[in-house]
């Protein structure tokens, strides 16, 4: 039976979540020698995103990942309206999609807000035929 990233990950954050700091290197030596063991060491970057995720939901944080058309700034403006739109703290990771036009798309989880400039063209183009 092939173990998951995310099994992987959530047992390395339970194992050092039930050990002292000074012994977290102990811990993680340990992890990799089982990665090693099944012959898993190549997830280490899918596995290492898994626990990041999982240690962001333990202290109620969620990711979001918002995609704008050209290199922009998050100002503390934009993260303010973004965290209330997604109801809560949000972590946020930064994509850009020239298809966008302008406007920018963002990612929660299962939700969906598209504020971009090409949905709003698209959607003025199929009112305009209908």
Excluded: W
Excluded at 56 to 79: C, H, P, S, W, Y
Excluded at 88 to 97: A, C, L, Q, S, W
Aim: glycine letters at 4%; hydrophobic letters at 40%; aromatic letters at 4%.
């Amino acid at each position: 039976m092939r173990i998951t990233s995310e099994q992987y990950a959530q047992a390395l954050l339970d194992a050092v979540s039930e050990t002292a700091p000074k012994d977290h290197d102990k811990v993680l030596e340990n992890f990799a020698k089982v990665l090693l063991q099944n012959g898993d060491l190549d997830r280490y970057d899918e596995i290492e995103k898994e626990y990041h995720r999982l240690c962001l939901k333990q202290q109620g944080v969620r990711e979001a990942e918002v995609t704008f058309a050209r290199e922009m700034e998050i100002n503390r403006d934009m993260l303010d309206i973004l965290n209330k739109a997604v109801g809560g703290k949000v972590e946020f990771k930064k994509k850009i999609d020239e298809n966008l036009i302008g406007g920018m798309v963002v990612r929660v989880d299962d939700t969906l807000l598209d504020a971009s400039v090409k949905t709003q063209l698209d959607n003025l183009n199929r009112s305009l035929k209908s």
